[in-house]
């Protein structure tokens, strides 16, 4: 079975890009992965913070920002989103797909507690390498599920 997963944040600058090279640099067999946001301006570059903490991980990750479109919409086979509002955006703008959409932090944990994953935006490379840990860790839970 192969996987089309699609990564959402805001700018697609910060968190799903960095998600995005997480998952890449597994290289899962079976599993495609993108990343986009819902308020992106097309073509700016990862964040120089996501850039480091990356750098620093020994990830390689070539980034431009995307703006979150119906085709995008129509090639993941699974949409997970950094935060519940970027979820609620998702389904009101592309009502179908609400069935393979939900935050990160929903797919691994289900619904307890807290479902964002903090944004770094704008913050120092330390607030970074919190959210990369973040990442780092639910994707390996994600994997996990998904196997």
Sequence with gaps: MSLNLLFVCTGNTCRSPMAEAILRNKNLQNIS????GIYA???QNASQQTMIVL???DIEHSHTSKLLTQED???ATMILTMTEGHKSS???SFPVAIDKTCTLKEFV????GNIDVSDPFGGSVEM???TFLELSDLIE????KLK
């Design 90 to 92: 998702i389904v009101e």
């Design 41 to 43: 301006v097309d073509g």
């Design 55 to 57: 750098e620093e991980n």
């Design 109 to 112: 944990n289900g619904k307890d």
């Design 141 to 144: 839970k994600a994997i996990k």
């Design 73 to 75: 919409i129509h090639w």
């Design 128 to 130: 970074y390498r919190t």
């Design 33 to 36: 992965v993108k990343s986009a």
